[in-house]
């Protein structure tokens, strides 16, 4: 079945630098990838999500690129903000299939 | 706003007690609903797949019979935790399927339940 590999597990960035989390995935036929920020104590947001027939996606100061022949795809925060700080979660999934399969997080610390 | 509602956000119960936890759909429906219990700093931890007007599916290794999941409408699916331990203690987090946004999921605030 599908793995989702995540790193790094903690990433620590001068505010106003850019942070960049990577993922891999083992299975080529997962067609959906989102991020989702997590807040301390509280559920998981999703403020990302790229589909295989794009390669890369934006939305403001956050993007995510897609290189399906490696399957892996990365999370990408630019100008970042002490508001940034949460764990961040990449995921895989087959449309066909309900799951999401998760990677194991990383622990993103902005310092002012 | 938030598009998936859990209820309680918090509660502590006693050893022994049974104590159901409420997702709901805001604004769509959802016919297949997630329950997840996580850790502290870890992942989530997928329990169940809920399907709307069917049995739930169980992961491996979880209780059916002490994690009971109803989903009887599609904007409803519920989590009791049965006689419920202080080992049941956790995050517990749901999350829905809206099929009409391309399958993207969307995630409850969390519950966290404490069993003293």
């Known amino acids: 079945g599908e793995n989702v590999e995540q790193h790094p597990s903690t990433l620590s960035v001068q505010e106003g630098d850019s942070a960049v989390i990577k993922c891999t995935y083992s299975?080529?036929?997962?067609?959906?990838f989102p991020w989702y920020k997590q807040e301390l104590g509280k559920g998981p947001q999703l403020i990302i999500d790229?589909?295989?027939n794009v390669g890369e996606k934006k939305d403001q100061r956050i993007a995510v690129t897609l290189n399906k022949t490696a399957k892996h795809f990365s999370l990408h925060i630019t100008e970042t903000q002490p508001e940034d700080s949460a764990v961040y979660f990449c995921?895989?999934?087959?449309?066909?299939?309900?799951?999401?399969?998760w990677g194991a997080g990383t622990k993103l610390i902005i310092k002012p | 706003g938030a598009v998936v509602s859990q209820h309680p956000s918090r509660v502590i119960c006693k050893s022994g007690t049974s104590v159901k936890i409420e997702c709901r759909s805001l604004?769509?429906?959802?016919?297949?609903m997630f329950w997840y219990r996580q850790f502290p700093k870890q992942s989530l931890m997928l329990m169940a797949t809920?399907?709307?007007?069917?049995?739930?599916?169980?992961e491996q290794g979880v209780e059916k019979d002490k994690f009971l999941i109803n989903h009887a409408s599609l904007t409803l699916s519920t989590l009791t935790v049965t006689s419920a331990h202080p080992e049941d203690s956790s995050f517990y987090i749901c999350?829905?399927?809206?099929?009409?946004?391309?399958?993207?999921?969307?995630f409850g605030e969390g519950s966290w339940l404490t069993v003293v």
């Open positions: 999350s829905a399927r809206d099929t009409g946004k391309g399958n993207t999921i969307y």
């Open positions: 604004d769509f429906q959802a016919t297949t």
């Open positions: 809920s399907n709307e007007g069917s049995k739930a599916t169980y």
């Open positions: 299975d080529s036929a997962s067609n959906y």
């Open positions: 790229i589909r295989s």
């Open positions: 995921a895989a999934k087959i449309d066909s299939n309900y799951q999401l399969i």
